[in-house]
């Protein structure tokens, strides 16, 4: 929840000169619902694409505040963030929603973002992986996917904002579970074919550490995407 669209305009307009010569990596720029429009036609023939934060599970109806997908992909978006550990702790989101939501964004020919993570308590109680699966499972129950129709982001809860962090280990491990629990569910090839980003306090001094792992295939960036320079350095780091 930041950035007024003004402030969003100038932060794109700061970005796209320090990307110049790194077309190789994809990049989604996630912005609040309230400047997604104004965010699209600053972005509109650079490459770089447009998500949302969030999305409600009806196409339309007596919702009142909520956001349907139909909505974000008439605004520009191509992505959708989905089940974030923000939305799922503070906003007390479901597994079951989760599900709702994900299906919504594919029916419209959004990409889900799908988050995926444990608490320090989960953790500590050697709970990670069993609730990580559990959150796979449920998020896609009773969903077919074909090659490039889904993300998924790894986010320890334990490593947000707690001074706790993951090692690049870490996140390999859970990372590497997590497409053996995709290849569980449906098969190899897709699974080898995801894309799957490691989400948990991701910085320009440590970026280049979880992309040398072999499963991390980007990151879902947090604060350090509010400065146009350090998310311009985690962004080259990925060539």
């Known amino acids: 929840m930041n950035k007024t669209s003004h402030e969003a305009e100038e932060f794109i307009r700061e970005l796209l000169p320090l990307l110049e ?4 990596v994809e990049v989604v720029i996630c912005p609040a619902y309230t400047v997604l429009e104004r965010a699209g036609v ?20 007596a919702y009142t505040g909520e956001v349907a997908a139909a909505m974000l992909k008439d605004a520009g978006c191509s992505h959708v963030i989905i ?10 989101e479901t ?7 994900v299906k919504a964004a594919l029916d419209e020919g959004l ?14 109680k050697h709970l990670a992986l069993e609730r990580v ?10 969903i077919n996917l074909d090659r490039g129709q889904l993300v998924i982001a ?22 590497a579970f997590i497409r053996a629990g995709l ?16 989400g948990g306090s991701v910085k320009d001094e440590n970026i280049a550490a979880f992309l040398a792992e072999e499963d991390v295939d980007g990151a879902l960036v947090g604060g350090a995407s509010l400065l146009a320079d350090s998310f311009a350095r985690i962004v080259r780091s990925g060539k």
């Not at 569910?185 to 894309?195: G, K, P």
Request: net charge negative; with cysteine; aromatic share 6%.
């Open 111 to 124: 990409i889900p973002v799908l988050c995926v993570g444990e608490t320090l308590q989960e953790r500590e």
């Open 21 to 24: 010569g790194s077309s190789e």
């Open 42 to 61: 600053k972005l509109g023939g650079t490459g770089i694409k447009l998500g949302a934060q969030n999305l409600f599970w009806e196409e339309k109806g």
């Open 133 to 142: 699966q559990e959150q796979l499972n449920r998020a896609l129950k009773d």
């Open 95 to 101: 597994d079951i929603v989760i599900n709702r939501k």
């Open 154 to 175: 790894y986010e320890p809860v334990w490593a947000i904002g707690t001074g706790v962090n993951a090692s690049p280990d870490d996140a390999q491990e859970m990372i």
């Open 83 to 92: 089940g974030h550990s923000e939305r799922r702790q503070i906003l007390g």
């Open 183 to 198: 290849a569980r569910l449906y098969n190899r090839e897709l699974a080898d074919s995801v894309q799957i980003l490691y």
